[in-house]
Structure formats: structure tokens, C-alpha cells
């Protein structure tokens, strides 16, 4: 006899795993299938973790190298690359073993193994050694992620031609680094890797980096990085990728038509990512897929086919952990019976790159584009105390508020502790503030987050320290 539950979820990431802890809290007896040995999906394993510890101790290595401008002297630097690695895999094990302790304590069960639809009520798990096993269950949910895109006829080998997931295990440092995209993923590695002494090298197809993203922030952003020593290469196109005896050769295009060969060491591809779908038999109960292959979702989070869910990467929307673990949440509530929502307005993102870069609700470019009055209030570091004192005065926060209302519309910062600071900033706009709301709001001294309350100010033009 196969073992009932009252759902199913099919994948252990950020949104899985939350929505089968939150469902277990509901009172449904809950199941979560994982196919890879430790839960926590892209995000802990081979995605936002691993990446953000590389961040920290690459950023730590090279403010270590300038220590002897501020007065500290340690005398002679040395990277020992093999050990920042298993600091970086330390952090890993000790998160998704977390989760596993989770599932336990809310009596989760967790089945190792890749889950597939046998029909609308019945999942087929099968584990490492081909062994499978059926398990029935009344709901189920799709949370099974996204995988890296490649270049058309572009194959990861993950030794030269890498994706994210090998940019994290990288040997030694290359000499040449190129990466192909300027989004946020290979933003993030190419800064590791500079700063380990590589020379990073970015490709990208449009005029500017960092798409989607307000284009002051993403033009401060490349003069910052630019000035970091990565270079770029924009309006460039990628025409072939061929391995050779040094490592890799990239053909381009440039912006005047002439063509140009460039080696590397290793090239990293991050052109974006594509939802994992495959293998789930989702033909077979009749799920239906948009285009770009992502789960179709009503508002509910429902399938076309009833009892069956999706969450995260795998439907429509930014690709982002957060923005799953609030999807997992909602949707369990939902199946209870209780009015689940996730504020689509109001989601941050984060460049966890060094000033780091953030941002919550619309760009400029959005406001115009939707005919939208608004103000804008900016501030830089430049002009902050604390990030004066710590020697770290780049970047500024930028406030959009509707000219009539006065509400926050959008928020952008790039500088120090941004991921930190955009937190306010997604709360004030929760409650619907007005940028008069956070001005007349008592920040601490000295602290960054001085600069918003000034950025606040600074919509009605009566900032105070600049």
C-alpha cells in the first residue's frame, strides 16, 4: 500500500520547503520530495548561500590587502583559495541540515529521489539506485526551480564553460575570466573572482548592464564596478564559444560590426535561467506551460488541473528565493482556506556585490513608461556620516513618490548595507507611506540608514547635510 498525504510538494527550495513546513503547521499531513541529497534547492546549495559566502571572504581578502592604508598592519597576504571553499561548503551543510531538522521538528516527510506525476493524485518517486515508490496525495505543488540558460548550442562542461553553479567551485583562479551577461548572477561572481585576482571581463548584448533595473542605479553601478577593475564590453554580441588549448576562445561582434576573437581561461555564461519542468510528466495529467516552458498559475496559485499548485521559479515572475518562500506560504494558506496574498508590488532585490545594490517597487523608467507624476528625492554616501567614517561614501539612495499623494512608489540604493537598509523601505511601502511619512521618522546617528530619511527630505527639497 502507498502512503497517503494530504500534499505533496515536489521540490525542496526556498519555496517548497516553506510551504510543506507552513501546510504541516495547518494540520495537513505534509510529504516534501527532494532529488537532490540536501534540501534548500538552488538557493542553499549552488545559489544565493554559497555565492553570498564567496562575497563576504573575497571582500574580506581584499580589504585585507589595503589594511596598511588605514593603519593596520599584518604583514604578508596569502589566499588559500582550497580553504575559503570549504568555509563556503561549511555554511551549506550547516543550512540544509537545518532544514532537515525543520522538517522533523513539524513533522514533515521527507523523500529523497525525483518526483513525476503518475497521474493527479499519485507521485512516483524514484531515488539514486532507480528504486521507486508511489506515494497518493489530495494537493500537490510544483516547486521543483529553475536551472541555468545556456547560448544556443553552448554545452556546460562546468570546467571553461561554466554556469553559476560551477563559477562557485572554480579550482584556482583563472587569469581571464569573461562573463557572458551583464545581469545580477554574473555581477555577483565576477566581483568574487576580481577580487581573488582575476581579470573579469564582461560581455554584454544591450547598452547597459543589469536589466530591468532603475538606469541611474545601473549606471553608477558599472562606473563603480568599472573603477573595481572589471571591464565591460556593451552592445557587443556573443557569436561562438569554442574551446581551446589555453581554455576557451569567444568570438564577438562589436557595436561597429567588426568581429573579435577573445581568449580565456574560463568563460561564464549567465544569460538568465529557465524553469526545471522536465521529467515531472506534466503532459500526461494535462498541466498546462506557457512559452518560455514556466508553469500557467491562476491568481490562486492553481494549475488548470484541479488540486495542483505552483510556486517559484517555476511560474511567471522574478526568480527570487524570497519571492517563492512568500508564494509557498500564501499557497498553503490558501488550501486551508484562508485568504493567502503576496504583494507583487513590494518585492526587493538585492546585488550582493560591494557597494551593494537594492531596490523595491518602480523604477523611473516604469513610472514614465506608465504615465506616471512623481518626485524624486535623492542622497548620497558621499555625504554620510557613517559611510564616511568607514571610508565606504559610494553610491546614494534615490526615493520616487507620486507627485499628488506623495506615496512611495519605488526605492533604489546602491551603497553600503543596501540588502539591510531596502527592508525599511518595503515596509513603509506595505503600509502604503508617504516619503512625509519616513522624513518626519527618527533615524539613529550615525547610521546609513540616515541617508533614506534624507533621500525622504530631499522629495521636497529640504534635505539638511547636502
Keep these: 500500500m502507498s502512503e497517503k498525504f494530504d500534499a505533496v510538494i515536489?521540490?525542496?527550495?526556498?519555496?517548497?520547503?516553506?510551504?510543506?513546513?507552513?501546510?504541516?503547521?495547518?494540520?495537513f499531513k505534509t510529504a516534501c520530495v527532494e532529488s537532490r541529497d540536501t534540501l534548500g534547492g538552488t538557493c542553499l546549495n549552488i545559489g544565493c548561500i554559497p555565492s553570498k559566502s564567496l562575497?563576504?571572504?573575497?571582500?574580506?581578502?581584499?580589504?585585507?590587502?589595503?589594511?596598511?592604508?588605514?593603519?593596520?598592519?599584518?604583514?604578508?597576504?596569502?589566499?588559500?583559495?582550497?580553504?575559503?571553499?570549504k568555509n563556503k561548503d561549511k555554511a551549506v551543510t550547516i543550512l540544509t541540515k537545518g532544514i532537515e531538522f525543520l522538517f522533523k521538528k513539524n513533522k514533515v516527510s521527507y523523500f529523497k529521489g525525483t518526483g513525476s506525476f503518475k497521474n493527479k493524485n499519485q507521485i512516483i518517486v524514484t531515488d539514486k539506485d532507480k528504486k521507486e515508490t508511489i506515494i497518493e496525495t489530495k494537493y500537490t505543488i510544483i516547486s521543483t526551480g529553475s536551472e541555468p540558460s545556456s547560448i544556443p548550442g553552448i554545452q556546460f562542461d562546468e570546467k571553461t564553460i561554466i554556469s553559476?553553479?560551477?563559477?562557485?567551485?572554480?579550482?584556482?583562479?583563472?587569469?581571464?575570466?569573461?562573463?557572458?551577461g551583464g545581469g545580477y548572477i554574473g555581477l555577483e561572481m565576477g566581483s568574487v573572482w576580481s577580487r581573488l585576482g582575476s581579470?573579469?571581463?564582461?560581455?554584454?548584448?544591450?547598452?547597459?548592464?543589469?536589466?530591468?533595473?532603475?538606469?541611474?542605479?545601473?549606471?553608477?553601478?558599472?562606473?563603480i564596478l568599472v573603477k573595481q577593475g572589471v571591464n565591460f564590453n556593451l552592445k557587443t554580441k556573443v557569436e561562438s564559444i569554442t574551446k581551446s588549448s589555453n581554455g576557451v576562445l569567444i568570438e564577438v561582434s562589436r557595436p561597429d560590426g567588426k568581429k573579435e576573437k577573445i581568449e580565456s581561461d574560463v568563460v561564464l555564461i549567465s544569460v538568465g535561467r529557465k524553469p526545471y519542468t522536465k521529467n515531472l510528466n506534466l503532459d500526461k495529467i494535462g498541466v498546462n506551460l506557457d512559452k518560455k516552458g514556466k508553469v500557467k498559475v491562476d491568481k490562486?496559485?492553481?494549475?488548470?488541473?484541479?488540486?495542483?499548485?505552483?510556486?517559484?521559479?517555476?511560474?511567471?515572475?522574478?526568480?527570487l528565493a524570497?519571492?517563492?518562500?512568500?508564494?509557498?506560504?500564501?499557497?498553503a494558506e490558501i488550501i486551508s482556506g484562508q485568504s493567502g496574498h503576496v504583494n507583487y508590488d513590494v518585492i526587493p532585490s538585492v546585488?550582493?556585490?560591494?557597494?551593494?545594490?537594492?531596490?523595491?517597487?518602480?523604477?523611473?523608467?516604469?513610472?514614465k513608461n506608465?504615465?506616471?507624476?512623481?518626485?524624486?528625492?535623492?542622497?548620497?554616501?558621499?555625504?554620510?556620516?557613517?559611510?564616511?567614517?568607514?571610508?565606504e561614501p559610494e553610491g546614494f539612495v534615490k526615493i520616487l513618490a507620486d507627485s499628488k499623494t506623495d506615496k512611495v512608489l519605488g526605492v533604489h540604493i546602491i551603497g553600503p548595507h543596501a540588502g539591510e537598509m531596502i527592508a525599511e523601505m518595503s515596509v513603509a511601502m506595505e503600509f502604503g507611506a508617504s516619503s512625509e511619512d519616513i522624513a518626519r521618522t527618527c533615524h539613529a546617528h550615525p547610521t546609513f540608514s540616515e541617508a533614506i530619511k534624507e533621500a525622504a527630505l530631499s522629495v521636497d527639497k529640504r534635505q539638511i547635510h547636502s
Design 10 to 27: 515536489i521540490g525542496g527550495g526556498p519555496g517548497g520547503y516553506v510551504c510543506a513546513i507552513r501546510l504541516s503547521q495547518l494540520g
Design 55 to 85: 562575497l563576504n571572504l573575497s571582500e574580506n581578502y581584499h580589504k585585507a590587502k589595503n589594511f596598511e592604508k588605514i593603519g593596520i598592519e599584518i604583514g604578508n597576504l596569502k589566499l588559500n583559495l582550497e580553504k575559503m571553499m
Design 164 to 180: 553559476s553553479t560551477g563559477a562557485l567551485k572554480i579550482p584556482k583562479v583563472p587569469k581571464k575570466m569573461i562573463i557572458v
Design 199 to 223: 581579470n573579469v571581463e564582461v560581455i554584454e548584448f544591450l547598452d547597459h548592464i543589469t536589466p530591468g533595473m532603475d538606469r541611474e542605479i545601473s549606471n553608477e553601478f558599472m562606473k
Design 300 to 319: 490562486n496559485f492553481r494549475t488548470n488541473v484541479q488540486d495542483i499548485y505552483a510556486v517559484g521559479d517555476v511560474i511567471d515572475g522574478p526568480m
Design 322 to 331: 524570497h519571492k517563492a518562500e512568500e508564494e509557498g506560504i500564501a499557497v
Design 351 to 367: 546585488i550582493y556585490t560591494s557597494p551593494e545594490v537594492a531596490a523595491v517597487g518602480k523604477t523611473e523608467e516604469q513610472l
Design 370 to 391: 506608465d504615465k506616471i507624476s512623481y518626485k524624486v528625492g535623492k542622497f548620497p554616501f558621499m555625504a554620510n556620516s557613517r559611510a564616511k567614517a568607514i571610508n
